[in-house]
């Protein structure tokens, strides 16, 4: 009787447990199958990798989880923080140094004012006998640190070579430097970024622009970009020649000589990879008023006539928040269509919309009815669901820039990025870097980094995300198709070179 008590006590519990078990099991069903519905939507859903592709997925995913362990330990979040204070160690993964190597496509979001390499735009400052700087305070005129050539003893008060500067003072190429990027003291010590953002824009602008450096300038900063893996390149710049010298300081030179240059850029770079390419969306500023909007609308299209290679569509840029809405220009850009069909060419619409944290900024709902092809940042779509089905529905592609929004200001923890929310809703997205020379970085390989840590992404993303920059860029259906038959070539050989090497 003891005997079948005790094994009845026994029983019961492993009865109990079983019937736990089952219900457990059919839990884990119901979890696997709504995971399994989430990740269909993701916009990486079709990649299918080859079994060379796993192996190496499986190598990153290894080094990708150590790292995360490591800063869940050390509770420092490189994405999560200050990009200046996490840069050196970013260099010093074996993530980034993969994907340094990653052929990227293209690059569809940067401005030719901001590529390249600060050190080179120093190093050429000082090297070039008539350049000036303005080496005083601040006013309403200039900005210390502003560049422009002058012949001898043309220059404004204030204005003084940089080379004699540069031989009185060792520490004048490190504080000229510091003038036209951020570094760590930008967050905490500016209460208006983007006033320091344009500030370094006008104390560059006239040193880009002068005639005899514009091409090389132009040349280091393909050549940066080719040697961050990148073959297609769009440039968010006026398509005129905005370029002047000591006998033309405002300009008027023919815009022949501007198309020549970039022939000429292109040429050299083909000379590296075959297939590199070279587009302009031709951009003013959205502050404007409409009248002088439209004038640059229907030069624009003349120039797209003219040019149809190289000019390939229209945005207006500046701050967002602080310039016109994209609603004050609404009329103009309706006039569009009536003058495409005058002119017999087609100018479209790439814009630069959704760049704020202000719920109150609507301007993507005219982005959209606006019938922009891409939109440029797109930070604030994750207010608007109805547009997000929208822009999945009229296959807008998002240019994401994540490292600009975090230096900006925009938010502070990549984790928490809306672009993260839109990948995985299906929205096809690109990665860019904005205005890397200002940020003082070069290439993409930092916001790839950024992102596939910070969004814990795989190859399959990685390789979508590439993909999606050549699918979604600026080219002719006949270009798309031999930059991705070139682009995929150079991947697979990157996926065979990365493992051979691990």
């Keep these: 009787m003891k005997k079948v008590a005790l094994t009845a006590f026994f029983l019961f519990p492993l009865f109990l447990f079983s019937q736990t078990d089952q219900v457990f099991e059919q839990y884990l069903e119901q979890r696997r199958i709504l995971m399994a519905a989430d990740s269909a939507l993701y916009f990486d859903a079709k990649v299918r990798l080859s079994p060379a592709e796993v192996q190496l997925n499986q190598l990153m995913q290894i080094e990708q989880r150590q790292l995360l362990d490591h800063y869940r330990q050390t509770h420092f979040f490189p994405p999560a923080r200050d990009f200046y204070q996490s840069k050196q160690h970013i260099e010093g993964t074996k993530i980034f140094t993969v994907l340094r190597q990653m052929p990227k496509g293209g690059i569809l979001h940067l401005h030719q004012l901001a ?29 210390k640190g502003q560049l422009c050539a002058y012949s001898a003893g043309k220059a404004p008060k204030g204005f003084q070579p940089t080379g004699a500067l540069n031989a009185r003072d060792d520490s004048f190429s490190d504080q000229l430097y510091k003038l036209i990027t951020f570094d760590e003291d930008i967050d905490r010590d500016s209460v208006d970024i983007w006033y320091e953002f344009e500030a370094i824009f006008q ?37 005129r020649n905005r370029m002047c010298d000591l006998e033309h300081p405002t300009g008027g030179l ?113 982005a959209i009815l606006l019938g922009t092809r891409r939109i440029g940042h797109g930070f604030n779509l994750f207010r608007f669901p109805n547009l997000i089905e929208l822009v999945k529905r009229n296959n807008v592609c998002i240019e994401v820039n994540p490292l600009s929004n ?62 999606n920059s050549l699918e979604h860029a600026a080219l002719s259906e006949e270009e798309k198709t031999e930059a991705l038959a070139a682009w995929e070539a150079k991947w697979m050989q990157f996926v065979e070179q990365t493992i051979a090497n691990w």
């Design 406 to 467: 975090q230096i900006l200001g925009y938010l502070r923890d990549l984790r928490i990025h809306p672009a993260s929310t839109y990948l995985r809703r299906g929205v096809d997205c690109i990665i860019s870097s904005d205005d890397p020379l200002i940020f003082d970085y070069e290439g993409l390989t930092y916001d790839f980094w950024s992102v596939y840590m910070a969004w814990e992404l795989d190859l399959a993303a990685l390789k979508q995300l590439c993909r």
């Design 254 to 366: 023919p815009v022949e000589e501007f198309a020549q240059i970039l022939e000429r850029a292109v040429d050299r770079q083909r000379q590296k990879d075959l297939a590199f390419t070279l587009k302009v969306i031709h951009t003013d500023l959205r502050f404007k008023s409409n009248a002088v909007i439209w004038e640059d609308i229907q030069e624009a299209v003349s120039m797209k006539k003219r040019y149809p290679d190289w000019l390939k569509g229209y945005d207006l840029v500046a701050e967002e928040d602080n310039g016109e809405a994209t609603l004050f220009h609404a009329k103009t850009f309706l006039r569009l269509d009536s003058l495409e069909k005058e002119r017999k060419v087609e100018l479209p619409l790439y814009l630069h919309d959704g760049e704020s944290d202000w719920a109150s900024v609507a301007n993507l709902y005219d």
């Design 115 to 143: 590529m390249g390499d600060a050190q080179w735009v120093v190093d050429k400052a000082i090297a070039t006998p008539e350049m000036h700087v303005f080496w005083a305070e601040s006013n309403d005129t200039y900005v």
């Design 203 to 239: 104390r560059i602008y006239r040193f880009v622009t002068y005639r005899p450096i514009f091409p090389e300038y132009l040349n280091r900063g393909l050549d940066v970009l080719v040697e961050d893996g990148i073959q297609h390149v769009e440039l968010r710049m006026p398509f």
